[in-house]
């Protein structure tokens, strides 16, 4: 709707001036994917300040939040903001959190013109951002890229709206639907290039999850280990309900550099929580489910997780957790390697209850790209 009436406007105008505000926009776009991963619990925006054609002004949010795209871009643009236009990704703040408004500095700035793509569901904002730039004489286009923003954006959308983390499940197959071999022996499913796409989207997601099944038979550490980008890495969650991870368990040993958070029931052993707690984890206490298969509450998991700020949540298995996920219905887009090779008899099903049809031949999914990385595929799959 908000789209339909933009575009009315860009019809009465010439198609350059639509082409100039889409060419802004989509780098203010491109800047507000840099901090996907380091900005939660706040969204990660981007934002791009133009006079007569040139960018004088870029930001983006800042690892853990602040500052917000807004005042990075207008320090960059100092005194020539005055007059000038600002592009952003998501509409500017207007309550005072732990910063100021960026509605306020907007206009103090002596901003024109503001271009934003979406309006933000977050209840104390909801339009009274760009209402607040509209009363102080501010021209405001709202709906430019929108669809592309709500994509972006869709982790803050899902926790303001549902309280919950977006969840993307990752899974890499064999062409006969395995994960592991037999015994649950860990095996190579894919390629290396594989490797390092999963290593940039858990970069790009704020936590990682698998399950305890997967802990022991892996041992992973579930960091970014692309060049350059450690501190990329996403907060560890793994589902316990009795506290068995070790110790000597890698996702432990580096609880101190990249955080841990081992989610476990109300009555695992005190001993164990306190341990892990002295190695640099946290235990978060969720209920656990009276129905088939036992296990931790996955809304209360996700719930827990928003509310410690999580927006997008990557779920990384194995198969137990995967299935539980989508039986829960709780699954939102599903990224799907696959290899060339067969595991063969034994080996462990990609989803434990379910079989891969679940995804591939649900109408609850809709497949959204594929793309083939050197000998393996991946298909994004989104819940329709
Ligand atoms: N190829 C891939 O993409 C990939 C990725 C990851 C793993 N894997 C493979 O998957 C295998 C492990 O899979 P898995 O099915 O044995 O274990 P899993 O799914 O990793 O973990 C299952 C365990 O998680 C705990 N859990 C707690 N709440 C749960 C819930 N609501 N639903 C499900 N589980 C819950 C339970 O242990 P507690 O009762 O102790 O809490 C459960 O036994 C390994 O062989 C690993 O190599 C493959
Ligand atoms: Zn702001």
């Given at each position: 709707m908000i789209f339909r009436i933009l575009e009315d406007q860009y019809a009465q105008k010439s198609q350059e001036a639509k082409a100039t505000d889409l060419r802004f926009m989509q780098l203010a776009l491109t800047l507000g994917r840099r901090g996907q991963g380091r900005t939660w619990p706040n969204p990660a925006v981007g934002a791009v300040i133009v006079k007569d054609g040139v960018i004088i002004g870029r930001g983006w949010t800042q690892p853990g939040g602040r500052p917000h795209a807004e005042p990075v871009a207008l320090a960059q643009a100092g005194a020539a903001a005055r007059g000038a236009t600002l592009y952003v990704t998501l509409e500017p703040c207007s309550h005072f959190g732990k910063s100021p408004p960026c509605a306020d500095a907007i206009v103090a700035a002596g901003i024109a013109r503001v271009v934003a793509a979406i309006e933000d569901p977050n209840p104390e904002v909801a339009g009274q951002g760009h209402a607040r730039l509209r009363a102080a004489g501010i021209r405001v286009d709202v709906g430019l890229c929108a669809e592309q923003a709500a994509r972006d954006h869709t982790g803050h959308f899902r926790r303001v709206r549902d309280r919950r983390p977006h969840v993307v499940l990752k899974l890499a197959v064999s062409p006969d639907d395995k994960i592991a071999a037999v015994g649950h022996r860990p095996v190579a499913v894919t390629g290396e290039m594989v490797r390092s796409r999963v290593h940039l989207l858990r970069a790009q997601c704020d936590a990682v999850l698998v399950g305890m099944g997967?802990?022991?038979?892996?041992?992973?550490?579930?960091?970014?280990?692309?060049?350059?980008?450690?501190?990329?890495?996403?907060?560890?969650?793994?589902?316990?309900?009795?506290?068995?991870?070790s110790g000597n368990?890698?996702?432990?040993?580096?609880?101190?550099?990249?955080?841990?958070?081992?989610?476990?029931?109300?009555?695992?052993?005190?001993?164990?929580?306190?341990?892990?707690g002295a190695a640099g984890a946290q235990v978060l206490r969720v209920p656990?489910?009276?129905?088939?298969?036992?296990?931790?509450?996955?809304?209360?998991?996700?719930?827990?997780?928003?509310?410690?700020?999580?927006?997008?949540?990557?779920?990384?298995?194995?198969?137990?957790v995967a299935s539980s996920f989508l039986a829960a219905g709780l699954v939102d887009e599903v990224w799907l390697f696959r290899g060339v090779k067969d595991i063969g008899e034994g080996g462990v099903a990609a989803l434990d209850a379910l079989p891969l049809s679940a995804i591939t031949g649900s109408p609850d999914f809709v497949q959204r790209a594929s793309e083939a990385i050197e000998n393996d595929t991946l298909t994004i799959y989104e819940r329709s």
């Open positions: 997967t802990v022991l038979a892996d041992d992973p550490e579930l960091t970014c280990r692309l060049p350059g980008m450690a501190k990329r890495s996403p907060v560890r969650v793994v589902l316990d309900r009795a506290l068995r991870i368990s890698k996702l432990v040993h580096s609880a101190r550099t990249t955080p841990l958070w081992v989610m476990t029931s109300s009555l695992s052993e005190a001993p164990a929580a306190m341990a892990l656990t489910t009276t129905a088939p298969p036992p296990g931790l509450d996955l809304p209360a998991v996700l719930h827990s997780l928003s509310g410690k700020g999580i927006t997008k949540l990557l779920v990384e298995g194995g198969s137990k």
